[in-house]
């Protein structure tokens, strides 16, 4: 089934290495047992979760190293660990930081102690001096649930107990960034505040070479060379950047395509530029597909695949995922700007929209968010640890 990695004090527990695929479906069938009776947890697409972790389906894990360890208490999974070195994290960076991701433990400190002591090892091993996480490359998850338990997580986002922070900050990791995440609700009275619509229309007025369009399905290949182009240059100096692949952002949009709703996905243009390089910032929403996606219980087959597009048809819980404008238009407040034209295409469905992984000193950001109206209302945390 697998490699024994180490053993824990108690010689019923040990830390393996998954290296076929029983123990891979085992690695990412945990959480189903981990999580039973969890009014807020949802599945994952369980067919997508084993592809995941294949090199060729992930463009991230193509060019790392990793590994992935299980924890067997009595011989049945009780806990897991997906530890890896991004080499282009590290060459950009000049950095020798490992990461973590997929950490899932039963509620027992020896089980949580066992994997971050395996985990550091690992990465010891390879000359790495830190260890950051959680980053989840597989579902593209970051940080630890740390507020905002009684809500349950939306498409893409953390949900876990609040033990794993308590584990994590007694094995020594600390806080390294917190991720934000802000709400607008129209079902609970938010309302845009009249200034910004009157701001839209004079920042458009001003600049007229400016327009704003929604994504346009039939050319969906380059709407997400346009979304990689702009977020290459729009986060550098951003906590965490590396230059994005594009082919990892070629992978997200395939798999958000079946759900992608065009009033929800904008780009602003400067029409004085190149055909082709006119797009000069973008925001990336998507309704949220949780709900469906705990009715099918994370199956496709035989009838989840046509229930998943209804449900995300007729889903109002909306998450903007990504926004970014490149650094010679940041000034001119393009942000808010794609903001609000994303949320008046949306409000007539009383949606309720959250702005998710705000990081914590992009107070640009947050202050345009917190002026807008939105309520903060969750925390994410990334811890690391030095290792040397």
Same mark, same amino acid.
């Given at each position: 089934?697998?490699?024994?990695?180490?053993?824990?004090?108690?010689?019923?527990?040990?830390?393996?290495?998954?290296?076929?695929?029983?123990?891979?479906?085992?690695?990412?069938?945990?959480?189903?047992?981990?999580?039973?009776?969890?009014?807020?947890?949802?599945?994952?697409?369980?067919?997508?979760?084993?592809?995941?972790?294949?090199?060729?389906?992930?463009? *991230?894990?193509?060019?790392? +190293?990793?590994?992935?360890?299980?924890?067997?208490?009595?011989?049945?999974?009780?806990?897991?660990?997906?530890?890896?070195?991004?080499?282009?994290?590290?060459?950009?960076?000049?950095?020798?930081?490992?990461?973590?991701?997929?950490?899932?433990?039963?509620?027992?400190?020896?089980?949580?102690?066992?994997?971050?002591?395996?985990? +550091?090892?690992?990465?010891?091993?390879?000359?790495?001096?830190?260890?950051?996480?959680?980053?989840?490359?597989?579902?593209?998850?970051?940080?630890?649930?740390?507020?905002?338990?009684?809500?349950?997580?939306?498409?893409?986002?953390?949900?876990?107990?609040?033990?794993?922070?308590?584990?994590?900050?007694?094995?020594?990791?600390?806080?390294?960034?917190?991720?934000?995440?802000?709400?607008?609700?129209?079902?609970?009275?938010?309302?845009?505040?009249?200034?910004?619509?009157?701001?839209?229309?004079?920042?458009?007025?001003?600049?007229?070479?400016?327009?704003?369009?929604?994504?346009?399905?039939?050319?969906?290949?380059?709407?997400?060379?346009?979304?990689?182009?702009?977020?290459?240059?729009?986060?550098?100096?951003?906590?965490?950047?590396?230059?994005?692949?594009?082919? *990892?952002?070629?992978?997200?949009?395939?798999?958000?395509?079946?759900?992608?709703?065009?009033?929800?996905?904008?780009?602003?243009?400067?029409?004085?530029?190149?055909?082709?390089?006119?797009?000069?910032?973008?925001?990336?929403?998507?309704?949220?597909?949780?709900?469906?996606?705990?009715?099918?219980?994370?199956?496709?087959?035989?009838?989840?695949?046509?229930?998943?597009? $209804?449900?995300?048809?007729? +889903?109002?819980?909306?998450?903007?995922?990504?926004?970014?404008?490149?650094?010679?238009?940041?000034?001119?407040?393009?942000?808010?700007?794609?903001?609000?034209?994303?949320?008046? $295409?949306?409000?007539?469905?009383?949606?309720?929209?959250?702005?998710?992984?705000?990081?914590?000193?992009?107070?640009?950001?947050?202050?345009?968010?917190?002026?807008?109206?939105?309520?903060?209302?969750?925390?994410?945390?990334?811890?690391?640890?030095?290792?040397?």
């Amino acid at each position: 089934m697998a490699i024994e990695h180490s053993r824990a004090q108690r010689p019923d527990l040990r830390i393996v290495t998954v290296e076929d695929r029983r123990a891979l479906k085992a690695f990412v069938r945990l959480p189903e047992s981990l999580y039973r009776g969890d009014p807020h947890w949802v599945p994952p697409l369980w067919h997508d979760e084993m592809r995941g972790y294949d090199r060729g389906h992930n463009p *991230i894990l193509r060019n790392s +190293e990793f590994v992935l360890h299980l924890a067997l208490r009595g011989g049945l999974p009780v806990g897991r660990n997906l530890v890896y070195v991004d080499h282009a994290f590290n060459e950009f960076n000049g950095s020798q930081t490992g990461f973590f991701g997929a950490f899932e433990s039963e509620e027992n400190g020896e089980t949580s102690a066992a994997l971050i002591d395996a985990a +550091e090892k690992w990465l010891d091993s390879r000359g790495m001096e830190a260890v950051r996480g959680p980053i989840h490359p597989t579902a593209e998850i970051w940080g630890f649930l740390l507020r905002g338990f009684d809500r349950p997580p939306i498409m893409m986002s953390p949900y876990n107990p609040p033990w794993y922070n308590e584990h994590f900050e007694r094995a020594g990791y600390f806080k390294v960034q917190d991720l934000l995440v802000y709400e607008a609700d129209a079902a609970r009275n938010y309302v845009m505040p009249d200034r910004f619509s009157r701001f839209a229309q004079t920042l458009l007025a001003r600049h007229p070479y400016l327009r704003v369009r929604p994504l346009n399905r039939a050319h969906i290949r380059s709407e997400a060379d346009n979304m990689w182009r702009i977020s290459n240059a729009a986060y550098v100096g951003n906590w965490g950047y590396v230059p994005v692949d594009r082919h *990892i952002v070629e992978d997200l949009v395939r798999r958000l395509k079946p759900i992608i709703d065009p009033d929800a996905v904008w780009f602003v243009e400067d029409t004085r530029r190149t055909e082709g390089e006119q797009a000069v910032g973008y925001a990336l929403g998507f309704p949220d597909i949780n709900p469906t996606l705990r009715r099918i219980s994370g199956r496709l087959l035989p009838f989840g695949l046509p229930l998943l597009l $209804a449900g995300a048809r007729k +889903e109002r819980n909306f998450r903007l995922f990504a926004l970014g404008v490149i650094p010679e238009y940041q000034g001119l407040g393009l942000d808010v700007l794609l903001y609000i034209v994303l949320f008046r $295409a949306l409000a007539p469905r009383n949606i309720r929209l959250e702005a998710n992984y705000i990081l914590e000193d992009n107070y640009r950001i947050r202050n345009a968010l917190e002026k807008l109206g939105l309520e903060h209302i969750k925390t994410y945390r990334v811890y690391e640890k030095t290792l040397i």
